[in-house]
Each structure stands twice: as structure tokens, then as C-alpha cells.
């Protein structure tokens, strides 16, 4: 599935690796070059971030689903005392 960032969030990636390059090495870049390195980490690194993302996701609501009897467990039929419950009523 390839990722793909809304219009939005492309422009700020843009404008973020431009001043990457800008202030760390000392390289002003346009667009292009821009738009280039960031097709590339998308195709190429991007799929081991979301997949790390979804193994994370899975773990976590597996890790919710197993506690889900003990954070939503309800004692039925707790409204008497167990000495004041009469047979038959």
C-alpha cells in the first residue's frame, strides 16, 4: 500500500527538508530536489515505519483485549449480601 501525504502535509515535509538542508548542511535546495528525497524516503522507508506502526497498534489492543475481562468485569447479581439472599426470592 503505498503512502501517500495529503496536500497539506506534503507542503510542510517539503518546507522541513529544505530547511534541513538549509541549516544542517549548509545547502539550499528547491523543490524539486525536495519533492525527490521525499517520494524516495516515502517508497523506501516509509513502509518499515507504518508496519512498525501497525505491529505497535496490534500489540497494544491485544495487549487491551486480554485485560478486557479484568477493566470491564461487573459482579452480576451484587446488590445483596450474600448472608441477606434467600432461596427462591
Known amino acids: ?6 496536500p497539506d502535509e506534503k507542503k510542510h515535509a517539503l518546507a522541513s527538508i529544505r530547511r534541513y ?3 544542517r548542511l549548509e ?3 528547491g523543490d ?4 525527490l528525497l521525499l517520494d524516495y524516503f516515502l517508497k523506501e522507508i516509509g513502509p518499515c515505519v507504518y508496519n512498525r506502526a501497525v505491529s505497535d497498534a496490534q500489540v497494544y489492543f491485544r495487549d ?3 485485560d478486557l475481562e479484568a477493566a470491564c468485569y461487573e459482579k452480576e447479581f451484587g446488590y445483596w ?3 441477606s439472599q434467600r432461596a427462591g426470592g
Request: net charge neutral.
Open 1 to 6: 500500500m503505498p503512502i501517500a501525504l495529503a
Open 64 to 66: 487491551r483485549v486480554a
Open 32 to 35: 524539486l530536489k525536495a519533492g
Open 27 to 29: 545547502q539550499d535546495i
Open 21 to 23: 538542508f538549509a541549516e
Open 81 to 83: 449480601p450474600p448472608s
